[in-house]
């Protein structure tokens, strides 16, 4: 007996192993009756995130559908259905809102019922709800009638009516991770208070995602991402994950930025941080920027205390001629520099420099440094050679190619580059010896940059 309970011990482990892997736990079903019994709890912990037509299985509605009262089938019209073999419902720690919507979506029934229906059955027969997306909900099918003190992550738009936020402010204090999708320009008061009441939150994202265009936006006093924001840096001692993603300038960002010391990963969408002042983020790992200047790079480079392991920036400022040839060769040259001084560990980066010889000493200096890089995204902006030189531009792609193949880490499997030129085919000969080393290699000109 204890042999078996140790053999189901590694077996769940196993099999857990393989959560976000829909087929091979499908796979897992068909060994015997106890792999079934383990893989059966795995996949039902969060049935919605597999990637299926959900609109178009059958099996995942029929299973829900199964639960339901059998007078609730009758005013439904909908046909008796056989117990399922497990209690299934009973493993699942999720909703997703839309994914429900998507079952019902096609039939002759009342689907606004029947949506009403599934999501009070799942409130009932999740015995600990961990996670909940609330994309798409509509306040005349869903209510919560159950206290969600377990909730650990939570998927919301700024379009749901206030109330609910409120409601799951008075239960759900232990949110972990919690992303709103911000699809109105308005201030919604019950987000502000769900992130007051938190205790433990560790990840946050704002991402706005709205059609609307508020022209005198910029010049207006608001308070539209600033009450979120001074709410938000409250919890600045607990926040290890911050992704922004504003599509306007007026708020307090960059004023309160430097107070989340204890970030791991900070994603922007703009870094408009004057130079004066540098925040400081020792355990940073990862870094995105889609805005920001050099300098302004590499202030951040150096102040993030050597653990980074992933740095993508998006440059600007140069394209645009803000640059005189010496700044930016002089800027450029530094954030190589930097780059291999400060982040040595680093797995994915993105870099920008023009083809000269110190930036190609500087480039090879890099990769006999960074021995853990894995992908690599070059920039190369040749502002000092003319538009019309080919040539010239051919033959320094040529020689950054032979510094790759000469010097680039083991580990290295994903390299693109962005120039004004696609090389001849003469330079590419190069990368021959790469032959059979399975790396991706993609050449592109500037204009469809993109990480």
């Not at 936020?165 to 949110?175: D, K």
């Not at 010049?219 to 599509?247: Q, R």
Request: hydrophobic share 40%.
């Amino acid at each position: 007996m204890v042999s078996i309970g140790y053999n189901n011990d590694v077996l769940f482990l196993i099999l857990k192993e393989l959560q976000n892997d829909s087929f091979a736990l499908f796979t897992c079903l068909m060994v015997n009756k106890l792999w079934c019994d383990i893989a059966i709890p795995i996949l039902w912990r969060n049935p919605w995130q597999y990637s299926i037509n959900y609109s178009n299985k059958k099996y995942l509605f029929n299973i829900i559908y199964s639960y339901l009262p059998k007078d609730i089938k009758n005013s439904l019209l909908l046909p008796p259905s056989q117990p399922p073999l497990f209690n299934y419902l009973s493993f699942c720690k999720s909703i997703n809102i839309k994914v429900i919507n998507d079952i019902v979506s096609n039939g002759p029934y009342d689907q606004l019922l029947l949506q009403q229906e599934f999501c009070r059955l799942l409130i009932r027969q999740c015995s600990r709800l961990e996670y909940l997306n609330m994309l798409s909900i509509d306040h005349q099918i869903f209510y919560i009638s159950t206290p969600l003190e377990s909730l650990s992550e939570l998927i919301c738009d700024s379009s749901t009516c206030s109330s609910y936020f409120y409601e799951l402010a008075q239960t759900c204090q232990n949110i972990q991770r919690f992303i709103v999708i911000n699809a109105i320009v308005s201030v919604n008061d019950g987000i502000i208070k769900l992130i007051e009441v938190q205790k433990n939150l560790k990840y946050f994202e704002w991402k706005d995602n709205f059609e609307e265009v508020v022209d005198n936006f910029m010049d207006m006093d608001d308070p539209y991402y600033n009450e979120m924001l001074l709410t938000l840096v409250k919890k600045s001692d607990m926040i290890d994950h911050l992704i922004l993603l504003f599509h306007y300038d007026g708020h307090k960002l960059f004023e309160i930025l430097s107070k989340f010391s204890k970030l791991k990963t900070l994603t922007l969408n703009k870094y408009c941080l004057k130079d004066t002042i540098i925040p400081m983020y020792y355990d940073l790992e990862t870094l995105k920027v889609d805005h920001i200047t050099i300098n302004a790079a590499v202030n951040l480079i150096t102040n993030s205390g050597g653990k980074l392991k992933e740095v993508l920036f998006k440059y600007n400022g140069y394209y645009n001629n803000e640059y005189s040839v010496e700044t930016y060769a002089k800027e450029t040259l530094n954030l190589i520099h930097k780059t291999y001084k400060c982040c040595s560990l680093v797995e994915i980066l993105s870099l920008i420099f023009p083809l000269t010889t110190d930036h190609f000493i500087e480039f090879e200096n890099l990769l006999k440094n960074c021995h853990n890089l894995k992908k690599l995204t070059l920039i190369i902006d040749d502002i000092n050679i003319d538009g019309n030189d080919y040539e010239r531009s051919s033959e320094n792609v040529k020689k950054l190619l032979q510094i790759l193949v000469k010097s680039a880490p083991i580990g290295l499997k994903e390299i693109k580059i962005f120039n004004d030129f696609i090389p001849y085919l003469e330079s590419l000969k190069i990368l021959e010896k790469w032959r059979d080393q399975n790396i991706i290699i993609c050449l592109g000109v500037l204009k469809d940059f993109h990480f």
